[in-house]
């Protein structure tokens, strides 16, 4: 057992500023003189802050911060580090997977354009023209007559493909704007457990 705090100790304080012990200082990262407190500045170093390079150094700074027990598999050798926020905002990264809505979205316009329709022509071939009909007869009995004039013959007119085509306008492309469904308002929120306030204060030596 101990009689008396070892240099570098910490506790807390629920005192004010006035009835502050003899040879203890707050702990808000102030800049204390390494010849004045030559015990301390042996002890803790530079750990919490180099103060000015030459005749200074700090104290640790308990402003709204928790104490953490330091963990040497982390090779922080040279003190306890700041770490963490009091409020925090989500990323992408950490929320989980979700859908959203359809939202809106709009196809914009390209812009007037026109297509070419390209008629090359065509002939469907052929000719019409005068025949002159076969030769035929005809017949006269006492008990009637006929005719047969061998005559029938067809004209033919080819059919053909109008080759007509509408021609492309170029590639063109159309934009999409709008939106998917919004989730969220993008606030921080608090990191910070149910806590009570309370000064801590470190023990420099005589």
């Known amino acids: 057992m ?4 070892l240099i570098g100790e910490i506790k807390l304080y629920t005192g004010s500023r006035s009835s502050l012990p003899k040879d203890w200082v707050f702990c ?6 390494r010849e004045e407190y030559q015990g301390l500045f042996s002890v803790i170093g530079v750990s919490f802050g180099v103060g000015n390079g030459e005749t200074t150094f700090n104290v640790p ?4 911060r928790f104490p953490l027990g330091l963990d040497p598999r982390r090779n922080e050798t040279a003190g306890i580090r700041h770490r963490g926020a009091a409020s925090q905002t989500l990323s992408i990264d950490n ?7 359809q939202g809106t979205f709009v196809i914009n316009n390209v812009g007037n354009h026109v297509h070419r329709i390209e008629d090359p022509g065509h002939n469907h071939g052929g000719a019409t023209g005068d025949a002159p009909y076969s030769g035929g007869g005809y017949s006269m009995r ?3 007559g ?3 004039d061998n005559g029938r ?3 033919v007119i080819h059919m053909g493909m109008t080759g007509i085509r509408i021609a492309e306008s170029g590639n063109h492309t159309h934009n999409i704007t709008g939106q998917s469904g919004r989730v969220g308002s993008n606030q921080p929120f608090s990191t910070i457990p149910p806590s009570e306030t309370i000064d801590f204060i470190m023990f420099a030596g005589q």
């Open 142 to 144: 006492p008990s009637g």
């Open 153 to 155: 013959h067809a004209h």
């Open 95 to 101: 929320l989980p997977i979700h859908a959203h809505d």
């Open 61 to 64: 700074d308990f402003h709204d």
């Open 146 to 148: 006929g005719g047969n």
């Open 28 to 33: 808000h990262g102030q800049a204390l003189s």
């Open 2 to 5: 101990y009689s008396w705090p």
